[in-house]
Structure formats: structure tokens, C-alpha cells
């Protein structure tokens, strides 16, 4: 397994337009995580699944964000009408149920989102 | 709730320096106990846990105890390497595992 796979790496959008991106996990972790970090800041919890259930997704940051897992494998964050505010890096981890709490999230290498 | 609070940095140690990144946390519960490193450009790779009071988590040359009564996580390396370069995070997970708080990251540069 080659670890979490994130893409793409970096995406560059104007203000206003759609992004999508992609997390495929470590295939045998049924727990996907979605993280936001900004520059100089720790990573931010945004949502996570378990299988293709979203388990918490309160604290997305606005209804302009959503994520899905609709085969309990890869998942995709979107982020609608994007702002300038949503530059940041978005991280996407895995973990087998959950071990995480005392074996730690496996992370990807995110994609980092410019808008410019 | 659950927080974590880590020294701030930047840090700047010559090659061979003992280092120490302080961390302390506020949890309900037991929480496990986490130091992440991120080198430039990339995503957050374990570096050592601990997952109750006592415990010292080690690997490649770092350390950190969990310290119940004084609610730290002190990361420490006896020798520093340039290619310990990067940024470290202390975190914290309750048992579930649904959520990790992460500190707010030191910056480390080692120099020749």
C-alpha cells in the first residue's frame, strides 16, 4: 500500500468557482478524516467517515462545504462558490475504526488550495 | 473541552543541541497523546504517542512522557540533526478516535 493519496497536490481557482478534490485512503482503513490548515495554524477538524457513513459533519465550516465516500473508499471535499478565504491546505487521514485514538491517523501530503 | 498548547517558535539550534518543545494540554477523560512532523510542502507524519499517564513515547532519537500531573508532553532530542528541519505538533485524541486537536506547530531549523 503506498499510503493516503491526495490530488491533486496544489489548485489554484478564482474566487467564486467550484473545487473538488480527492482522498483515496489506505485500503484496508475504513475512518477517513478531512483537515483544513492554514498557514502557521495546526490542522483544523472538518468532517469524518466511517465506511461510507459521515459520521460528524458539524463542523464544516459552511454550507458551502461538503464531502462524501459513497463506496466507503475514496471521498471527494468540495467547496462551493470558493472564497479567499478558503486558501489553506486541506488534509485528508485514514485510520483502521478506531485505533486512531491510540495509533494515530495515517496523513496524506494535502492539497493546497490557492484563490486567488 | 480539549486544547493543546505548544511553545511558540521558531526554533534555531546549531547541529548537536539538546532540544525541547514544550506542550501541555486540557482533556476530559484519558486522551492519548501525539507529536506529528511536517516538513515543507507535505503532510503530517507520526513521529511518537503515548496513550497513558507515564508513558514514554521514542522514535528516532525524540522522546516525550506523559505527565498527568502536570498535563504535558515535552518533546525531547539529546542531538540534532539539519534534517530534523521541519515543523512539529503536539495532539491529543480521546479513546474514540473521531476527532484529534492539534497545537498550533514549532518551527525547528537546525543549522550546520
Redesign the interface.
Known sequence: DTGVSQNPRHKITKRGQNVTFRCDPISEHNRLYWYRQTLGQGPEFLTYFQNEAQLEKSRLLSDRFSAERPKGSFSTLEIQRTEQGDSAMYLCASSLGGTGGAEGYTFGSGTRLTVV | GNS?TQMEGPVTLSEEAFLTINCTYTATGYP?L?W?VQYP??????LL?A?KADDKGSNKGFEATYRKETTSFHLEKGSVQVSDSAVY?C?L?????????????TSLTVIP
Open positions: 493543546v492519548s501525539f506529528y510542502g507535505e503532510g503530517l507524519q507520526l504517542k496513550t505538533f495532539a485524541s480521546d479513546r474514540s478516535g473521531n476527532q484529534f486537536y492539534f497545537g498550533t506547530g
